[in-house]
Each structure stands twice: as C-alpha cells, then as structure tokens.
C-alpha cells in the first residue's frame, strides 16, 4: 500500500470511530432527557391517604393497606361511573337544543358519586386509626395531612426540581 492509501485509510477509520462515539454519546444523551421527561410527565406519588402507610410501624402497614384494599374496589367503580357522568354531562353541552341546567345537573351527580367514595374511604381510615395508639395516630395523620408533592411545568418544559426550591426532595 501506497503511503496515500494508508492516510486516506487512516482518516476514514478516524472518520468511522467519531461517528460510532457520537452515536453512543448522543444516544446516552437522548436516553437520559426522554426518562427525564416520562418521570416528570408521571404523578410523583400515591396520594397522601395510600402513602400514610409509610408512617406507620411496619407492623400495622400490612393492617393499613388491608383495610384500603377492603374499600378500594367499591371506590374504584365510583370513581369510573363518576367519571362516564361527567363525559355524559360534558357531551351534553354539545346538545342541541341546549340545556344547562341539565348538563349542571349532571355535573353535581358526578361530584356527588365522587364524594361518597372519598367519603367511604376516609372513613375506613377513621376507623382504623381508633385502634392506634396516640405515637402512631400522630404519625397517621401528620403523613395524611402532608399535600402531595407537586411539579410545575416551566418554560423549558422541564419540571421544577423540589431540592431547587428548598423544599422536601
């Protein structure tokens, strides 16, 4: 091979090498900032009164989530019906002729379904936080009246990082 070939060879493979290096980087790069984006776009937790399990010894955790799970079907179903009422109520208003005090009607019907479940299920946390002692209630309703965590979306459509703010990580 002719001194030429082998340069020529030499800044191709060169070529070849950087390319297949940007390619991993970029694609490492790209992985990150797409999981970022999915555990931003994602609830950051269970809402406070499934979480409250935590604060509890790990004895009654198991007794805790039990006594949900025993509400938790019932409110699920709830829940959905609440939601097809409020689709109803929203489809309504699309009616002609147009009636708004039954698509208002509808609506109250929904917030009503919804807040007997809610109702239910705060009730059967009630009820088992009667069989507490005084250190562990006031573990209960500490972790139940924590608001859940929130993230906000900014400019850039990356959302605020709680450590940023001062706040609980």
């Known amino acids: ?6 340069t020529i060879a030499l ?3 060169l070529a070849v090498n950087l390319f297949a290096i ?3 980087v970029g694609g490492l790069v790209i992985g990150v900032r797409m999981s970022e984006g999915r555990a931003n776009a994602m609830r950051p937790g269970p809402p406070p009164i499934f979480s409250a399990a935590a ?4 004895a009654r955790q198991d007794d805790y989530r039990q006594a ?13 019906r609440a939601g097809e009422a409020r ?13 708004p005090a039954a698509v208002r009607e509808a609506l109250s019907e929904a917030q009503l379904i919804e807040a007997e479940a809610r109702s239910r299920l705060e009730s059967r946390v009630v009820d088992f936080a009667a069989d507490l002692s005084l250190e562990e209630r ?3 309703a500490q972790a139940l009246s924590r608001p859940p965590p929130r993230r906000h979306e900014g400019r850039d459509g990356r959302g605020d990082r709680e450590e940023g703010r001062g706040g609980q990580p």
């Open 1 to 6: 091979m002719s001194q030429r070939s082998l």
């Open 11 to 13: 800044f191709v493979s």
């Open 22 to 24: 940007g390619a991993v």
């Open 55 to 58: 604060a509890l010894p790990e």
């Open 68 to 80: 949900l799970r025993g509400e938790a079907r019932d409110v699920r179903r709830s829940l959905m």
């Open 87 to 99: 689709r109803e109520a929203w489809s309504a208003v699309a009616a002609d002729p147009y009636d």
């Open 138 to 140: 006031r573990a209960l």
